[in-house]
């Protein structure tokens, strides 16, 4: 008997089933190997940093040895030669990116209420002053991982923290607040000092420059005031720390003055009094160099090594309130200011190498994440020529706070959002 023409017909073939879907985890050492070794430099160094696995698997091989050798010709290298290469790589890099990369902009509501400061150290951002908490941001999705609540109904003046404890000055009280959720509160200090304006940390000590023109020093174990120095005839409005306990401290006459944690006393002055007061300080220790940024729009440069200036060069017509640059990196200066516009600055000349501003042109997307809408936008760089009024205010709010990350920036602007600043370069002609 004939089969019919429907019996021939073939079973339809079976859907594979999704719970065996192959991973890169399914692989052995040697094909993951192979594949790294297709690899650049600078991604062989990311892909050693994702998992301890796959940084085992560089090392076992020697993906990164071998490959630093090739590049320069060399038949062995040792661990130290290689480690700074690394670091120049990741300079250099973070540079390119800076200036000529491509931007995209990712916004968040991070607070009920405007706030206009933040730091941002080890994939963590904390932002705070202007609500009643301050909160701690995985820059990982941009998740809300912690919450610290103020005291009282004082307000918060400034704020750092570091892997284990935030430290913050409200009013004219130092609080600590432990990671693990515990605050502590200095004794009270009403009455002793005048208003506290500006705060800097750097363990053991927190030094807060006062409106009366002196910083005070505390210490964070003894929770008592240390030392008292007399640094402006004006009100301290900001300050930076050295790791050769140097404090470097501006007034709002303009003045920047230098002092000694050893000596108890002002040693040396940068800059007189001047009309223009001292907004922002920001030092760097592997170059030695002192930056500030003024009210009426300058941004200045000192060499510590000869107490001299080296440039000064008025990148706003209005304020500066903030200036940074990334750990190691003696290059690239990031400014923000009243004018909303974020630059990137030569480090040891001055010279502007970049303005961005959000695009109104580019088309905007948003992603629903654990902590809300992240709004996503790309970035422009301005001409020279360009006239910044004409660009609406509501794309370039004013950047009250910024701080550096690798190829990264965080920017505040006393509103309920903050902006991550992302610059991408890619590294084939490094």
């Known amino acids: 008997m004939e089969r019919t023409r429907s019996s021939r017909r073939s079973p339809p073939p079976k859907k594979r089933s999704s719970k065996h879907r192959a991973t890169i985890e ?5 094909i993951i190997c ?13 892909c050693s940093a994702v998992c301890k696995s796959w940084n085992a698997i560089i090392n076992r091989c020697k993906l990164l040895q071998l490959l630093y050798c090739k590049l320069h010709g060399f038949s062995n290298a040792s661990g130290s030669s290689m480690r700074l290469h690394l670091e120049e790589l990741a300079m250099k890099h973070h540079r390119f990116a800076l200036e000529e990369g491509r931007i995209d902009i990712d916004q968040w509501k991070a607070h009920s209420v405007g706030v206009d400061q933040c730091r941002m150290k080890r994939g963590l951002i904390l932002t705070g002053v202007g609500d009643k908490v301050m909160r701690l941001w995985s820059l990982e999705g941009y998740k809300c991982v912690e919450e610290y609540s103020l005291p009282n109904a004082a ?9 284990s404890k935030i430290v913050g000055l409200v009013g004219t009280r130092i609080c600590i607040w432990r990671r693990n959720g515990l605050r502590s509160v200095f004794p009270s200090l009403e009455g002793t000092f005048m208003k506290g304006l500006c705060m800097r940390y750097f363990d053991p000590e927190a030094v807060v420059g006062c409106e009366d023109g002196t910083a005070r020093v505390f210490d964070m174990y003894s929770r008592k005031c240390s030392q ?18 140097l404090i470097i401290s501006g007034s709002s006459l303009g003045s920047i003055a230098i002092a000694g944690l ?4 002002r ?3 940068l800059r007189s009094t001047d009309c223009t007061g001292i907004k922002t300080l920001c030092y760097n220790p592997c170059s030695r160099l002192v930056f500030a940024g003024t009210t009426a729009g300058y941004a200045s440069c000192w060499d510590l090594r000869t107490m001299k200036s080296l440039w000064e060069t008025r990148i706003s017509p209005n304020v500066v309130y903030s200036l940074q640059h990334l750990q190691n990196d003696t290059s690239t200066l990031v400014v923000g200011g009243i004018d909303g516009v974020l630059r990137v600055l030569d480090q040891n000349t001055g010279e502007v190498l970049s303005r961005c501003v959000m695009d109104i042109g580019s088309a905007s997307s948003s992603s629903n994440k654990v902590s809300g809408v992240i709004e996503r936008n790309e970035g422009r760089r301005l001409s020279v020529g360009c006239c910044i009024d004409r660009i609406p205010k509501t794309i370039r709010p004013p950047i ?9 920036v965080v920017t505040t602007h006393n509103s309920k959002y903050i902006r991550l600043w992302k610059f991408n370069y890619s590294d084939k002609y490094l």
């Open 26 to 30: 399914s692989l052995n050492g040697d």
């Open 400 to 408: 009250t706070c910024l701080a550096v990350g690798m190829k990264k």
């Open 228 to 245: 008292i120095i007399r640094m402006h005839c004006a009100p301290v409005t900001s300050l930076s720390l050295s790791e050769d306990q």
């Open 34 to 46: 192979i594949i790294f070794s297709s690899l650049g430099f600078f991604d062989l160094v990311r």
């Open 267 to 269: 040693v040396a002055t």
């Open 262 to 265: 050893s000596s108890d006393q």
């Open 155 to 163: 307000s918060l003046v400034d704020f750092d923290f570091d892997e």
